[in-house]
């Protein structure tokens, strides 16, 4: 094997501290199958050299030790260490390289990788898993023969099933479908977030006009608590979000108390892509998908404990880190409203005949046809308003949605996470999955928050008392608001 001349780190892979030692890790996607391997443990002799690589310093300027290690050969026959004019260098709008089969690239997605097809790794996964059988989906996805027979057999509650509504077009075609077409008894359950917009709030008050069988439970916080719990999540997580983990906290217990057998929350199959159908493996950084699944109960009782007592992330470079931490953050924030679930969560633990509500999603993939048919039928059935102005049909109750766009690409770009832009993977996954074509995903894409600061931005930072001064130094803000983060705190 020829060991480069000059030799680099291949871009997008950096050297870094772990619990357990030094740590090569790489931001972005390798092709199947080494789309796992994206956290190498490395001797810290090797790491010291690997950190200092910059294409300039020749081969024979590094120790032997190195340079003749195993390790460091296995890092050269990856492409992981390149001699420096093999090194990728970073994407821009107008050069990039776009997946021959969705709309995922290499600018909004750096360190995408691709294959000799042009297909992306993301891609290459959907057909794998496919292959493998792995494609179902979440796993705990319910469909309408299921649901129909738990309606039959429950007796104990008036409420068939609650729904987690947001007046968007997901939420509201599961009100329309288990109240209207299955005929369900269904508690309609809303957290009205400042940052919900109106039309999504006109959109909830008409559905329960149109489906007047259906219950509306709505809760809200103070105002002042909520801005407080965003400005910390903006310092500890880079991101101000705190939807859906406070409906979960909020309504899950109300659901116990009225013995409803089954939430759903109106979220869409493809949401999920990245866990369900590409790296199930990787939910806890590193080993296989356990062989038998869990019981319906048990997932939903380890879903809530994440959200009531998530523990420190275990890797803090796997692709659940990021959302560990932001559990954890939304927890020492709002502490208060936890009460009620934690009860639930220590009876339930204690005793298996406590009654918990199935955390169920429906089979959306094979529901919907595709976004523009479900929103035309909403629009129908419905009177589904889209908010003025927006085109988008990804992402359409939340006035800061862009903004939760523009802090995890800018997180991910600055390499201060390994977890990928949410919205452009779940464009990407709506192309494979036939939800969209190639064509309307390129019209959503330009509709997202990566492409510039949202005009949102500044009156939400307003609201959350953040100045500019506050971007270099309210912690991991820096990392969401600063282009090549290293440099802002100066």
Partial sequence: ????????????????????????????????????????????ALAEALAGLDGATPLDSLPAAVRESETFGRLVAQGIVVDKQDRRRPSTADHKRTCTRCVADDHLLPGLEFDARGVCAFCQCYERAEQTGGSAGPRNVVDEAALLSIAKGNKDSRFDVMVLCTGGKDSTFLLWYLAKQLGLRVLAASWNMPYTNDTCRENIRRALELLPDVELMERTLPINAVRDAMRAQFGQVGAPCLCPTVAHVLFFPLAASERIPVVMQGVEEVQLAVMSHVMRSLQSGKG?????????????????????????????????????????????????????????????????????????????????????????????????????????????????????????????????????????????????????????AVREVAELGYHHEPEVMAELLGDLRLSDADRHSHGETVYSLCDGASGCRG
């Fill in 1 to 44: 094997m020829r060991l480069p001349s000059h030799p680099a780190l291949q871009y997008r892979w950096a050297v870094r501290d772990s619990r357990d030692g030094k740590v090569l890790v790489y931001y972005g996607l390798r092709n199947p199958p080494r789309h796992q391997e994206t956290v190498l443990p490395v001797p810290a």
């Fill in 288 to 440: 296989p998908a356990r062989p038998e699944p869990l019981s319906i109960r048990e997932q939903t009782l380890q879903f809530l404990g994440m959200a009531a007592s998530a523990p420190e992330p275990p890797d803090p470079f796997s692709l659940m880190a990021d959302y560990i931490r932001y559990q954890r953050s939304i927890r020492s924030s709002l502490d208060q409203i936890y009460g009620p679930l934690d009860r639930l969560l220590a009876r339930a633990r204690e005793d298996e005949s406590v009654f918990v509500p199935q955390f169920l999603r429906l089979k959306t993939n094979a529901l919907y046809g595709s976004w523009k048919e479900v929103a035309t039928l909403m629009q129908k059935e419905m009177d589904w308003k889209m908010p003025p102005g927006q085109k988008g049909l990804l992402h359409t109750s939340c006035r800061i949605e862009k903004v939760k766009d523009y802090c995890q690409y800018m997180r991910f770009r600055n390499m201060r996470t390994t977890a990928f832009p949410q919205s452009i993977v779940e464009v990407s996954a709506g192309v494979s999955f036939g939800l969209l074509s190639r064509e309307e």
